[in-house]
């Protein structure tokens, strides 16, 4: 795929929620509150085209990789998407919107940075802890989807769970994580997973 020109990337910067530091070309992060970190960035499309999405990072869920392996993802570096929230998911206005194409003027990409900005820092900004996130899972869950849903991302069931452990609600996390395990092939007391029950305690202090 094209690399996008200098002059869109610098509009693109425009679009970034207040607090949120460029990581790479395209992604931005803040610093985390309850061990919640969020994440702003264009994804790349096919067709030379990219989307706005945004969402959180949490310190305690480890991130499972496409070999398999899971790993810790606490930096702002290695932030990874625990839960995703893309306008492209459900039938709204904000998909348009959030859509843009390589071959797109300087003058259209200008257009839309405004309403993404708005659209992601709604969302960023209803999350500073646990609880809260926890609510906005439930939340994104229960809505319409034109694409995919929340059962379509690998780490819904993971991230969800383990705030749920850190909530106080350990036999519904439990629950979940198990199903998880067993959807994707991993040993529910394996030694990561086993340390980020305990973190995710710790950080609400349950």
């Known amino acids: 795929m094209s690399r996008l020109s200098d002059d869109v990337l610098r509009v693109l910067e425009q679009a970034a929620p207040a607090g949120l530091k460029r990581v790479a070309e395209r992604r931005w992060v803040g610093d985390p509150s309850d061990g919640i970190r969020p994440l702003f960035e264009f994804q790349a499309l096919k067709g030379n085209q990219y989307s706005a999405r945004w969402g959180f990072s949490v ?19 290695t932030a990874f998407f625990d839960l995703t929230i893309d306008p492209l998911d459900a039938a709204t206005s904000k998909a348009a919107l959030c859509l843009l194409s390589r071959d797109d003027s300087l003058r259209r990409v200008e257009a839309r940075m405004g309403g993404v900005r708005r659209a992601a820092s709604a969302d960023l900004s209803s999350v500073v802890a646990v609880e809260d996130l926890l609510a906005l899972f439930r939340r994104r869950a229960a809505l319409a989807n034109h694409r995919f849903s929340l059962a379509n991302y690998v780490q819904t069931d993971l991230a969800w769970g383990l705030l749920l452990w850190a909530t106080g609600h350990g036999a519904e996390g439990s629950e979940r994580l198990s199903r998880w395990c067993v959807q994707f092939g991993i040993d529910p007391e394996a030694p990561i997973l086993r340390q980020a029950r305990e973190d995710a305690q710790r950080t609400t202090g349950q």
């Open 59 to 77: 310190d305690f869920v480890p991130r499972l990789h496409n070999n398999g392996r899971l790993a810790w993802k606490r930096t702002a570096g």
